[in-house]
C-alpha cells in the first residue's frame, strides 16, 4: 500500500498540527488532497492508496517501448468544470477530440451503425435503413430519454418512493426492444460511464441507476 504524504508546517505559535487522511490516490482522492494542501496551508495531508501507483484506473503502462495512457480520458469543460480547472493549475496539456460512438455486432454479420456523420453513420449499413428492429432501435433510443428522465422526476418529486428497481427490471418493464439492448445501450454501459454524447446531428443521452440486467 503506498503512502504519501504533504507536510506544509505547524499552525503559527501553537504547534499543533492538523492531520488530515485521504483514502483512495484515484482522480477524485488526488484532487481532493489537493484542495486541502492549499486550503489548509499547515495541514499534513496523507493519501493512502491499496495498489503500488496513484491515479487509480487512470495510468500509463509501458508495452513494447511505447508509453500508453490508460483510463478514461475524455471530458469536457460544463460537467468537469473542477477537473479542467485543477489541470490549468497544473499546467496540463489538453487537446480537443472527436466523440462518437459505433456498434458492430457479430463481427460484422450482424447489425452495425455510427453516431458520426449523421445518417451515413445511422445507415453504414444500407438493410438498416429498410430494417423494422432498427427503425424499432432508433425508437426505442428516443423514448428511452424521455423515459429516463419522467422517472428520476418522479424521483425528485418523491423521496420515499421505492428507488431499489434496476436496469435491467426498468427495461423489461417498459418494453424495450432487444436491439436497442443489444445494439446500444448493452454496448454504451460497456463504456462504465455516464455518457452524453452530441454531435451535429444527433444527441443520444444515457442516464442509469443500476447495470443489473438480470
Known amino acids: 500500500m503506498l503512502k504519501k504524504s504533504c507536510n506544509a508546517g505547524n499552525i503559527s505559535g501553537s504547534g499543533w498540527k ?6 483512495g490516490g484515484g482522480i477524485s482522492g488526488l484532487g481532493a488532497a489537493t484542495v486541502v494542501a492549499k486550503a ?3 495541514a499534513e495531508v496523507v493519501v493512502y492508496e491499496k495498489e503500488e501507483w496513484l491515479g487509480g484506473h487512470a495510468k500509463t503502462v509501458n508495452f513494447d517501448g511505447v508509453d500508453l495512457d490508460l483510463g478514461f480520458m475524455v471530458f469536457n469543460r460544463v460537467t468537469y468544470p473542477n477537473m479542467m480547472e485543477m489541470f490549468e493549475s497544473l499546467g496540463v496539456d489538453m487537446e480537443l477530440s472527436d466523440m462518437s460512438f459505433s456498434v458492430s455486432l457479430d463481427q460484422g454479420k450482424g447489425c452495425e451503425w455510427g453516431s458520426r456523420n449523421g445518417l451515413s453513420g445511422l445507415f453504414s449499413q444500407k438493410k438498416n435503413a429498410v430494417n423494422p ?3 424499432q432501435m432508433i425508437r426505442d433510443i428516443v423514448r428511452f430519454k424521455d ?3 419522467s422517472y428520476i422526476e418522479q424521483l425528485e418529486d418523491n423521496p420515499y418512493e421505492d428507488r431499489s428497481e434496476t436496469l435491467g427490471q426498468f427495461i423489461h418493464s417498459r418494453g424495450y426492444s432487444e436491439m ?3 445494439a446500444y445501450l448493452v454496448r454504451l454501459l460497456g463504456h462504465s ?6 454531435n451535429q446531428d444527433w444527441c443520444f443521452f444515457l442516464v442509469f441507476s443500476g447495470v443489473d440486467l438480470a
Open 18 to 23: 492538523m492531520r488530515v487522511a485521504v483514502v
Open 193 to 198: 460511464m455516464f455518457l452524453f454524447v452530441i
Open 147 to 149: 423515459d429516463v428522465l
Open 40 to 42: 489548509a496551508a499547515a
Open 180 to 182: 436497442f439492448q443489444k
Open 133 to 135: 428492429y432498427f427503425w
